[in-house]
């Protein structure tokens, strides 16, 4: 074989080594573009010495670029080329145009040829005005006439051409027109559209063009041959190599499982978009990935202007080898000039190899992924076309796809058999191009083992062809996606695998919503064991988005679904594949969603790797706690929370975790906090109980803050954050106790051996949670009954030498909540409350024992009932603070035996007595009342301390005794009320004090609002009016001031009838009376609680009759008062008196018009009774009807 002429011109001139780069604008300043034109048409001829212009006498018969794309070697040649090659070869000093040669293409009608020569100068970035031109203009390729060309002039030899789909082609050429049936005139509008279109396209890929140019050329160029000729110097980055770099980066990230590392990556990066490589620089050619680059890094590449698409299909070694050249040749030496373009041309030629295998590689990948499918054995022969292909298989493109395109024909052609041999001849090929690729030997042998199926040949001498054509008309159809997937039959578990990973994204959206948590495990297995990590990702990301709203039993399976993967994959494909798919939805718009992925995260915490677990979940729940506004996905991601507690081991997390609790406690949402409570709390005290921080760090910072608080709230308390740090504070205590149980001293000989007493169900508070259980925090039920056993004696019978953890309680714990407690605002009845119940619940969770011999102990030191600890004016008024309410009310009530009620008795009675005696204020004493009335249970025993102040001989503690009425007599049974409170008020009043008698009204007032039994009710109205009536009390301005006041209080709920007819007279009565009070401060003082008792009353609805005889004249008494003592109240008694008047003017005109709509009712209702008795007299007689309605003459 003869050595092509073209491969020795083409290892001496590159014809696209045509660069822009400042070395070469430096060597060839003054480079010229030759082009010339025929002087006979116009159009653009060859230079004078071109031996491809062929003579005018001649048909072209010479193609001027080889499309010979698969003999690199030049074989198949023809003359022409082989002429054309030596006449280059005679002068090789002169170099062709490239406006030459496009002038000769167009020319000789080689639109094809043309039409590739005009991409690749495209590609190169040399595009030509001339074929830019010639192909732009739709009239180049329309026709006048009917008749179709001809057949060697434009179809060329191959036929009809393809429409192309690239934006340099031939768009506006529709062949479809030159048909054999006829003259089909095509829209003149769709040629219209397509040429505006292409220039819309050319217009685009000129602006990125100029976009990249400015990108490269934003540094200074002095600046950058500064770096060039100090190589040790580093040139600084430029933008458009950052967004490449990072690009590739991310690439690579993605390519190798890193989802969690590009999601960082793209985020530190988000002024770029990393889904499209346009973004990084308009028009610039993608470079490989990082591996290529690492694998060619001792090899230099080449520059980025030089490369051009692989798809292309550019063959260097067919092209002459000045066919490019713009310009003269250089005089330069030729023997050192062509050896350097021929070391440059090969490294080029090597680069496009390269970076053809890489994608040969894939497409193998892909192909194999599909041969592992075909397991069916036959009987037939493998084609011999397949053996002649696999031998080229290494060596170039067209080798390879001939080999994919004779099997393929093979699969389809016979429809009895696919041959087995498929799978080993693939299985070479994918050894060939990826030899890393390991294959499935389990597969393999399972094929090898299952016998060949065997079909019944009939004697019959069709032949192959015929038989085909007559299967054909056989109702199959395997062109479609579906017609595949049936065609083929899986017969391993691993074709099952690929075969739902392809079928399952298009069934699930066919299937309905209210049945599609159905698909769940299907989705799960086949997400579990496919092979493909990009398919693992979409059946997953099918899973999260199965239900647009998933209600609680659909997220339960799901979440079921998921614990079940995360169990059989292992952590490392859990943080992998199932954590991004949690991270994509975070924020989704629906609540359902992100509510499943703050369950999903407490679910999957037992399976994720430690270091993720404590970061990256972390992370993203303290986010949604944060930002979500949904409380149902808050009150998730607490629970989460609490799962994440059980599992962290980072000590370091430990102030992040408590300034979670904090964040939490404080949340709005009632649903939120009681999560807290319910999960947060008791795993994040389980993870300090593990520290040993639980008294050392936690309950003492939330201490800290409590105090902190009163101090700042001395005037103005905030009530709500008291709670939330008192709450927090309560829900330690199950799991204080059972630290003090685990380091107790007879710890070690807790044993479950022999019979074990139940614990009673009363021992302990009702926990809020399981998790708040002290028998769960211990283990069992069983193994805190053996220690509560222990406990007991051990307080009772040995102390608490040696026992550090219940000493920090009674020894620090106590006396600094004892010392908040006295600091405390008594008049708070919220904070009372609270500390009562936190009391209550430490003393029951410690026990009686406990409560007896070291709370109240302490509690008793300081309340020292005698009248030296109530003298405040030495600051010693310790029983007047809120120490007294929560002591009795947290502390005495913990227990319900004779010997604690009789306790609490004593107590409340001597703090009554020294209360009074020392003239105290009673806030203290108020508080416990109303903290135990509240609970009926207590009504008794308070009426037995209330009867002993009745009894006293101090008419002081008489006076407290009917103060503390009022506060019992609320919520009372009414039978109690008549039985007790009632005779002991009566009592009260017979005394022989004044002082006695009127601190009995405020209770009488709320018997009168609470009480609805008649006779009860007449005996205080009795009692009320002797005080109203008998003269003695005439003057009593107290007395007065104190029914003035009852009255204002009780009368918008007292029962209608007492108002009417007893309190408005009454006050009436008394305002009146205020008119001729001679003493002006008295006077005042009972205007002022005559103004407060109308202003309540006149929100009543107030009868006409005493509207006029009795309010209107009170109002007009008091505001005679007012004109001399406070003109400011008068105006509003002035316009309530207004009010009033026109309410009564109004209701008497609605009674005038309601009398006359009476009357007319009346009388309508007459003419309607006699014209119904006429009726009844007619018969159905029409004449007889008719005359009814006849005017009388």
Known sequence: MAKNPFSAKMASVNPFNLSDSEEEADRRPNETIDTQKSPS?????????????????TEPRTLLLSSNRTSPSG??????????????????????????????????????????????????????????????????????????????????????????????????????????????????????LEFELRKAKETIQALRAN???????????????????SPEIQESIRPLEKRALNFLVNEYLLKNECKLSSITFSDENDDQDFELWDDVGLNTPKPPDLLMLYRNCGAPLPSPRDMVNVSVGVEFADLPGNCTAQEPPKKLDLSHQQQKEVIQELEYQ???????????????????????????????????????????????????????????????????????????????????SEPETVTHPQSLNTLKSRPPVQFAQPNRKLSPAFQQALLSFCRTCSDSRLGAEVSRIADSEESVLLMLGRCLPHIVPNVLLAKREELIPLILCTACLHPEPKERDQLLHILFNLIKRPDDEQRQMILTGCVAFARHVGPTRVEAELLPQCWEQINHKYPERRLLVAESCGALAPYLPKEIRSSLVLSMLQQMLAEDKADMVREAVIKSLGIIMGYIDDSDKYSQGFELMLLSLGDPSERVVGAV????????????TELGTLQSSLIPSLLARIEKLLMQGEHVLDEHKLHMFLSGLQ??????????????????????????????????????SPLQDVATIIGSREMLSALLLLYDYQLEHE?????????????????????????????????????????????????????????????????????ENVDTSTGNDILTKATVPIYATGVLTCYNQDEDRKLLVGFLEDVMTTLSLSHAPLDSLKAAFVELGANPVYHELLLTVLWYGVVHTSALVRCTAARMFELVLRGMSEALVDRRAAPALITLCSGPEFSVRISTIPAFGTIMETVTQKELLERVKMQLASFLEDPQYQDQHSLHMEIIRTFGRVGPNAEPRFRDEFVLPHLHKLALANNSQAVESKRIDIATQLFEAYSALSCCFISEEVMVNHFLPGLRCLRADMEQLSPEHEVILSSMIKECEIKVENRGMADAQGSMSIASSLVGEDAKTKFLSKMGQLTTSGAMLANVFQRKK
């Not at 002068?91 to 040829?113: F, K």
């Not at 590609?123 to 180049?140: H, I, T, V, W």
């Not at 999960?679 to 389980?686: G, N, Q, R, T």
Request: aromatic share 8%; with cysteine; glycine share 6%.
């Open 799 to 867: 102390g608490t030498t040696g026992w550090d953890s219940l000493l920090w309680v009674v020894n620090q714990l106590l006396p600094q909540l004892i010392e908040i407690v006295g600091r405390i605002n008594v008049t708070s009845s919220t904070c009372v409350h609270e500390f009562s119940r936190f009391f209550w619940r430490l003393c029951r969770t410690f026990g009686k024992i406990f409560t007896n011999t070291k709370v109240k102990p302490q509690f008793q030191e300081i309340l020292r009932l005698s009248e």
């Open 677 to 688: 409570h319910q999960v947060f709390i008791p795993a994040f005290a389980a993870w300090t």
């Open 350 to 432: 090597i680069s496009l190899l390269n970076n053809e295998k890489q994608s040969l590689a894939e497409q193998m990948k892909k192909l194999q992924s599909e041969i592992q499918t075909l397991k069916r054995t036959v009987s037939s022969p493998l084609p011999a076309t397949l053996d002649m292909g696999s031998h080229h298989t290494s060596n170039t493109a067209a080798s390879s796809s001939s080999i994919t395109t004779t099997t393929n024909t093979t699969s389809s052609t016979n429809p009895l058999s696919v041959s087995s041999t498929d799978n080993n001849q693939y299985l070479d090929i994918r050894g060939v």
């Open 41 to 57: 048409d116009g159009a653009p001829g060859p230079s004078p010495g071109n031996p491809f212009s062929p003579p005018a006498d």
């Open 75 to 192: 074989e198949g040649s023809g003359s022409g080329s082989t002429a054309a090659t030596s006449a280059m070869a005679a002068t090789a000093e002169t170099r062709i145009s490239v406006d030459g040669i496009a002038a000769q293409l167009i020319r000789d009608q080689y639109i094809l040829t043309a039409l590739e020569f005009h991409t690749e100068l495209l590609e190169a970035g040399r595009e030509l005005p001339r074929l830019r031109d010639y192909f732009s203009n739709p009239g180049n390729f329309e026709r006048q006439s009917g008749t179709p060309p001809a057949k060697d002039q434009v179809l060329g030899p191959g036929g009809p051409m393809h429409r192309a789909g690239s934006i340099s082609t031939l768009d506006s050429l529709d062949f479809a027109r030159y048909s054999d049936d006829g003259n089909r005139e095509s829209d003149e509008r769709v040629a219209v």
């Open 731 to 768: 829900s330690l205590i199950p799991p204080l106790f059972a630290v003090v149980l685990q380091n107790a001293p007879f710890t070690s000989r807790a044993k479950l051996n022999g019979e074990i007493p139940t614990i009673e169900v009363t021992r302990f508070p009702r926990p809020a």
């Open 211 to 229: 976009l990249t140019q400015a990108a490269e050329s934003e540094g200074p160029s002095q600046e950058r041959k500064n770096f060039k000729s």
